[in-house]
């Protein structure tokens, strides 16, 4: 069976300073990958290549077999969808507005069809975001907006969901209710990767962890192998253990 | 849930329901405004009149202000639609018809047919075809400037048509310098904007023009939409942004410029106009764009007609936007969203 993805070679660069280099790696659907690594690793490159935004890049990046270059953006946009690290609007679309874009790819025509409000309609109960359905996106806080924008890009009803750093300017509650989603959709068969920072997020709710280091793959592995205290330091130079919590899990602690 | 029903208002079959009431609603006030702005003026008509065809009632009503309502009409239209694409092109809500330099590639091509007494091409005036010419090399100019390789952002676009806009502007300051009296006169008055009567078949020429290129772009409406976010928001939701920023930058243009060239710089229309309407419609460009039309129409032709009938000499119709558009709409914007300027 051909994987969802399959990156050979694949790297990047913006003019002459190289952000990543021969990065190779598969993903199949069906699970969560967290992607982290130091800033200036190249994740946000590297998601930005696998959502069709990064052209153009070396070596070959497939999905379903096909380079990701190649593809008609509509049909990619149908199965994979993209959720930016933040969103500026200059003008006042409502929050329902802004979810009804992700639509845009099954557009038939000027107006949307019963099949695009009842998708539409979905996501926005899956982000818990119907109560500020009618107000304008720029008066939202920015949990809200950022629940708004998944919700968006779950109304593109994909297979793979990429998002660069989603819960960065959330709080705690709506940090653990996003991840909670995505594994949640992951469970149900999509592919979910997600930029992080968060290790402890990442290793509480990712099958596997990537990361990068200096434009390249770091580590592969599960969180527990992945996220050791020795490939920690290899990846972020700095000191951390796993502590016991209460429940079970361990905890990630770093620093001194 | 109570969300239900007014999900449904803002879009699918309920959206399509709100674009015919207010397409309804604008269209009766333009076709309003249409008829009943030929008969006021120095002389007074009466519309029973004119139809009957008496003198001088139908003359003057045919001959001179009905053609003058229709350009004044199509401009209002023109200018305001594309006011509204490119400020969702380039995500600047500030953003006019006039901001990629159209009007001062137009100005350079009139003040340069001017100065140099060109008097007309074809049978057609020399001042309107040199400013075509003159916007549409300017345009060209800009494009050229502003692309990155096969790139082109809203970014590029911006900076180079500001830039190229001043530069144009001081070229015309130095022509403007060396003319005579009679020619810096005319040069004046056609900076100054005006909308005159054309003859029914350089009249059907434009609306050849304007009308097609006006439909595709409502037609685009949720491809704007998208613009209007972000680039690579557009893309990753199956549009080609690069595409769409040439589309949007040669169609509003060519409404721009075709304007321009026959009237001269009108400002203010593209900018109150959609602005206005946001306030009303929201954001959505499925409404904003064919309302836009409809709205900047009726509005040119309110002022057209306040140009000519509120002084005993005619005064420049842009004048009378800027005084009778600009405070309506700083108290339009005060009076709501208060919270949300700009």
């Known amino acids: 069976m051909t994987p969802l993805y399959a990156l050979s070679g694949t790297g990047f660069s913006y003019g002459s300073s190289r952000v990543l280099s021969s990065v190779s790696l598969e993903m199949s659907l069906g699970s969560l990958v967290a992607l982290t690594g130091p800033n200036g690793a190249g994740k946000s490159t590297l998601l930005g290549i696998m959502a069709g935004l990064r052209q153009p890049y070396e070596g070959s990046c497939l999905f379903r077999g096909r380079e990701v270059s190649a593809w008609k953006r509509a049909p990619f ?52 975001v119907a109560a500020f359905a009618h107000r304008d996106f720029r008066s939202l806080s920015g949990g809200e907006r950022q629940r708004v924008v998944l919700a968006s890009a779950l109304a593109q009803q994909p297979e793979v969901l990429l998002l660069d750093e989603p819960t960065t300017f959330l709080d705690l509650e709506h940090q653990l209710s996003i991840y909670k989603l995505l594994r949640r959709l992951a469970n149900e068969g999509l592919l979910v990767v997600s930029v992080t920072h968060d290790l402890n997020l990442a290793a509480a709710f990712s099958d596997r962890v990537i990361a990068l280091k200096a434009g390249r793959v770091e580590a592969d592995a599960s969180p527990s192998d992945a996220l050791s205290p020795a490939s920690i330091r290899r990846i972020f130079a700095v000191d951390a253990e796993w502590l016991p919590r209460s429940s079970g899990k361990g905890w990630i602690a770093y620093g001194e | 849930m109570a969300n239900e029903p007014s999900a449904t208002q803002a879009n699918g079959a309920g959206l399509a329901r709100r674009l015919a009431v207010t397409l309804g609603v ?43 309502t229709i350009l004044a009409a199509l401009a209002g239209g023109a200018l305001a639609i594309s006011g509204a694409l490119f400020q969702a092109l380039l995500r600047d809500a500030l953003a006019t018809p006039y901001t990629l330099g159209v009007s001062s590639g137009a100005s350079l091509g009139a003040v340069l047919a001017i100065s140099f007494r060109w008097s007309s091409v074809a049978g057609v005036p020399a001042v309107w075809v040199s400013a075509l010419i003159g916007a549409m090399l300017t345009l060209a100019l800009v494009a050229g400037v502003a692309a990155e390789g096969r790139r082109m952002s809203s970014f590029t676009l911006l900076l180079a048509g500001v830039t190229i806009n001043s530069i144009v502007m001081s070229i015309i300051m130095v022509l403007h310098n060396l003319a005579s009296v009679g020619q810096s006169f005319a040069i004046v008055h056609w900076l100054m904007g005006g909308i005159e009567p054309l003859p029914a078949t350089v009249l059907a020429m434009v609306a050849a023009v304007i009308l097609p290129v006006s439909a595709v772009i409502c037609w685009k409406a949720r491809e704007w939409n998208l613009m209007a976010v972000g680039e690579e928001w557009a893309s990753a939701r199956g549009a080609s942004p690069r595409r769409l920023m040439i589309l949007g930058y040669v169609a509003g243009s060519v409404l721009t410029a075709t304007v321009t060239s026959i009237t001269g710089p009108i400002g203010f229309v593209g ?72």
């Open chain 2, 271 to 342: 900018l109150i106009v959609p602005h206005a309407l946001r306030l009303k419609t929201g954001a959505d460009h499925r409404l904003l764009m064919p309302a836009s039309f409809l709205a900047g129409a009726a509005f040119l032709v309110l002022c057209d007609t306040a140009a000519r009938t509120l002084m005993s000499v005619e005064i420049p119709v842009s004048v009378v936007t800027a005084l009778v558009g600009g405070p309506f709409f700083i108290a339009l914007l005060r009076s709501r969203r208060k919270s949300l300027w700009l």
């Open chain 2, 26 to 68: 604008s269209g009766v006030i333009l076709a309003a405004v249409l008829v009943l702005a030929p008969l006021v003026g120095s002389t007074r008509i009466s519309l029973p009149a004119a139809l009957a065809g008496q003198w001088p009632d139908a003359q003057i009503f045919y001959g001179v202000r009905w053609p003058r």
């Open chain 1, 77 to 128: 946009a149908r199965s994979v969808s993209f959720v930016p690290q933040s969103l500026r609007l200059e003008f006042p679309f409502t929050a329902e507005q802004v979810v009804f874009m992700g639509r845009t790819p099954y557009a038939g025509g000027l107006f949307e069809s019963p099949d695009d409000i009842a998708a539409a309609r979905r996501a926005m109960d899956l982000t818990d």
